[in-house]
């Protein structure tokens, strides 16, 4: 018997459409957790406010376009999310000595101070969202993420970050 391609190729396309609906719930899912563990220990602090934060302690003195880029968030968007930082003393703003059109964020020290503990809460969320999960499984899951991105970012119409 010759299997049916319509009903084959059927499947193939909603188990894609299914894959990114549960990608984009696991992102949101993701985001409320740590929003909620953050302010559980204290921290009045979001999901994406510590990405960027942790670029910063990464790396400090970044451009707000590097910061955009890296992030995938546009100048309105990285913008607000810096002023927020700045109102809670956990950023600064420097004009860049290279490039005087641009400005450089920096952590403060209160900033910097934020990097064990915070590191602490996304651990344990972590180790959490992943109970039960085969450590295996999660490096299969990983590597097919990286390559459907991959993929994204190269074809037509992706942006390239």
Same mark, same amino acid.
């Given at each position: !018997?010759?299997?049916?391609?319509?009903?084959?190729?059927?499947?193939? /396309?909603?188990?894609?459409?299914?894959?990114?609906?549960?990608?984009?719930?696991?992102?949101?899912?993701?985001?409320? #957790?740590?929003?909620?563990?953050?302010?559980?220990?204290?921290?009045?602090?979001?999901?994406?406010?510590?990405? #960027? !934060?942790?670029?910063?302690?990464?790396?400090?003195?970044? +451009?707000?376009?590097? #910061?955009?880029?890296?992030?995938? &968030?546009?100048?309105?968007?990285?913008?607000?999310?810096?002023?927020?930082?700045?109102?809670?003393?956990?950023? /600064?703003?420097?004009?860049?000595?290279?490039?005087?059109? +641009? &400005? #450089?964020?920096?952590?403060?020290?209160?900033?910097?101070?934020?990097?064990?503990?915070?590191?602490?809460?996304?651990?344990?969320? +972590?180790?959490?969202?992943?109970?039960?999960?085969?450590?295996? &499984?999660?490096?299969?899951? !990983?590597?097919?993420?990286?390559?459907?991105? &991959?993929?994204?970012?190269?074809?037509?119409?992706?942006?390239?970050?």
């Amino acid at each position: !018997m010759v299997p049916n391609t319509d009903v084959m190729n059927q499947t193939v /396309v909603d188990l894609r459409n299914d894959l990114g609906l549960h990608i984009g719930q696991v992102a949101r899912l993701t985001n409320y #957790l740590l929003d909620n563990q953050f302010h559980r220990a204290g921290y009045n602090i979001t999901r994406e406010q510590w990405s #960027l !934060m942790k670029l910063l302690w990464e790396q400090d003195g970044q +451009s707000q376009q590097k #910061l955009a880029d890296r992030l995938m &968030k546009n100048r309105a968007s990285i913008t607000s999310l810096i002023d927020n930082l700045q109102k809670q003393n956990l950023v /600064v703003r420097v004009p860049n000595q290279q490039d005087k059109r +641009s &400005k #450089l964020v920096y952590l403060t020290q209160q900033g910097s101070e934020l990097q064990e503990p915070l590191a602490d809460v996304f651990e344990a969320t +972590s180790q959490y969202s992943f109970r039960d999960i085969d450590e295996k &499984k999660l490096e299969t899951c !990983m590597e097919v993420l990286l390559k459907v991105i &991959k993929n994204i970012k190269a074809g037509p119409g992706g942006r390239r970050y």
